[in-house]
């Protein structure tokens, strides 16, 4: 492990959140020493690249096959693996259960934990939607909220229409456009999704990493940043009162502690292992770990009837090579008329010699969860978990409300479905366990004041300390109904900017 007696800004976390604080802290003051520790090591050569870009074909293939379902719960590296690992060390970096790391999750049985260089910033599937309506936390600024959503944008290098509309993908966001496109304001009407993209004339299109979000993180050559990969971060050291003083580190390999000092902590480790790291460092405000939510997830795909758009099957339209769907399209939500978030990935299926045969519409509706503290994560005070930090216990579970709205987007995606070809809602769709999406928030949400309601201020800061921030998906307190990472990277925005203007 490499010696830092102390730094200016210790960044718990390499992925999309922790990537974006360094970068903009950087952009704010060259020499400032930044130190980035993540438990997880590379994937691939690079640490921070995404998974989608790699140039080892095996990796690569091994991403993409699971991508190319829409499902981001089939993400993960040990789908079927329930039973804890033997040991951290012999974890390979990927994306795994949260019960393989020994978390008792069986409420949420699809949560997963990211352990590699870079988090899930380099699995993600990249798209960017903008919050509306209920989503938005703003805390009574709307202009310093949009100017925020603005520097988001462009440092995730979100591009408006990234894959698609093809001919075809036109005709399928002309049929939401009619049930759907007369209502509310012209930013919220079918389009395609936002993504995180760059866009080139052919072949794939490089996702958005953290390792190009900030890329001394994955090509170096900046000698005031140092990147602790395969280090574990068991606990923030603290002073006086309301400091932090910085943390106990672990080589995972061998076990090796040290510690370093730091001027300030930002932990952007994401919406399970953030309020584990605190509660490990005896700092345990009322609201850490409540207030966990997640949307319903709701998934369908209806082949589409050729005959009745008038398509022939020759003329359907094949992905790029190195993208697995033709067209990737936004349903935002809209008010409590439409209160879902549809995405819809569409493909076209090839026989041996490559020849269009048929094309599916792949429908998923992202289903709004009321935030109540009784959905938590709950830290054990004797057991430990692989990681040996304290063991979580996740209790989750759906309202009335909640279930009435599944049952109405479920309604919902079966009648959508219908306007493009035959479909049987009991094989073709379901909701899928919760965890599926990935999208965990709310476990360390912010509010305006200290009244057990929030565990952070708008900006980040942990009430009652003076250098210790937070920033992540798990700062939403909101109810989420879209992809949440660009929400979520207004709070690194936000962070960044707070830290900036105390160093």
């Excluded at 140092?226 to 672990?250: C, E, K, S, Y």
């Excluded at 009652?464 to 929400?487: E, I």
Aim: hydrophobic share 40%.
């Amino acid at each position: 492990m490499t010696h830092i007696p102390r730094t200016d800004v210790l960044i718990v976390g390499s992925g999309i959140m922790g990537s974006l604080v360094a970068r903009l802290l950087r952009e704010s003051d060259p020499a400032l020493h930044l130190t980035m520790a993540d438990g997880g090591t590379s994937i691939g050569g690079a640490p921070g690249r995404h998974l989608h870009d790699l140039d080892d074909p095996e990796l690569w293939s091994r991403y993409n096959e699971k991508v190319a379902t829409g499902i981001q719960g089939m993400y993960t590296g040990a789908e079927v693996v329930r039973e804890v690992a033997d040991s951290l060390p012999d974890l390979t970096p990927g994306m795994f259960h949260a019960l393989a790391f020994g978390e008792d999750a069986e409420a949420m049985p699809q949560a997963a934990l990211a352990w590699n260089a870079g988090g899930m910033g380099v699995h993600w599937t990249a798209a960017t939607p903008w919050p509306a309506g209920d989503e938005v936390f703003d805390f009574g600024d709307p202009d310093a909220w949009a100017a925020d959503l603005i520097t988001a944008r462009r440092l995730l290098a979100v591009t408006p229409a990234a894959i698609g509309p093809t001919k075809v993908g036109e005709l399928v966001l002309d049929v939401l456009r009619r049930r759907y496109g007369d209502a509310g304001p012209a930013d919220r009407a079918p389009q395609p999704m936002p993504m995180a993209v760059t866009p080139t004339p052919s072949g794939p299109m490089p996702r958005t990493a953290p390792g190009t979000i900030f890329p001394a993180l994955a090509e170096g050559g900046d000698p005031a940043f140092t990147l602790l990969t395969g280090t574990l971060v068991t606990a923030l050291t603290q002073g006086d009162a309301g400091r932090v003083t910085g943390a106990r580190l672990r080589r995972v390999a061998d076990g090796t502690e040290s510690e370093l000092r730091a001027g300030t902590v930002v932990v952007c480790a994401d919406a399970l292992r953030t309020p584990q790291l605190l509660y490990a460092s005896r700092i345990r405000p009322e609201a850490l770990g409540r207030c966990l939510n997640e949307h319903a997830f709701v998934t369908a795909r209806v082949l589409l009837d050729l005959d009745r758009f008038g398509l022939d099957p020759g003329a359907l339209p094949l992905p790029r090579p190195g993208e697995f769907s033709t067209d990737s399209l936004w349903l935002p939500c809209n008010g409590p008329g439409r209160p879902f978030h549809g995405q819809i990935m569409n493909r076209t299926y090839v026989d041996g010699a490559g020849r269009p045969l048929a094309h599916s519409v792949g429908l998923s509706l992202y289903v709004p969860v009321e935030s109540r503290p009784q959905n938590r994560l709950v830290f054990s005070a004797h057991e430990t978990d692989l990681a040996g930090l304290p063991r979580i216990r996740v209790e989750f579970g759906y309202s009335e409300t909640d279930r009435a709205l599944i049952r109405r987007a479920l309604d919902e995606v079966r009648s959508l479905a219908e306007e493009f070809g035959p479909f049987d809602p009991d094989t073709e769709s379901t909701v899928l366990p919760p965890g599926s999406s990935l999208h965990l928030t709310g476990t360390v949400r912010a509010g305006v004041t200290d009244d057990g309601t929030s565990v952070c201020d708008p900006d980040g800061r942990v009430w009652g300390f003076d250098n210790l921030y937070l920033a992540g998906n798990g700062v939403v307190p909101t109810a989420m109904a879209a992809n949440v990472t660009l929400t979520g990277a207004v709070t690194a925005v936000r962070a960044a900017r707070a830290v900036t203007a105390r160093t």
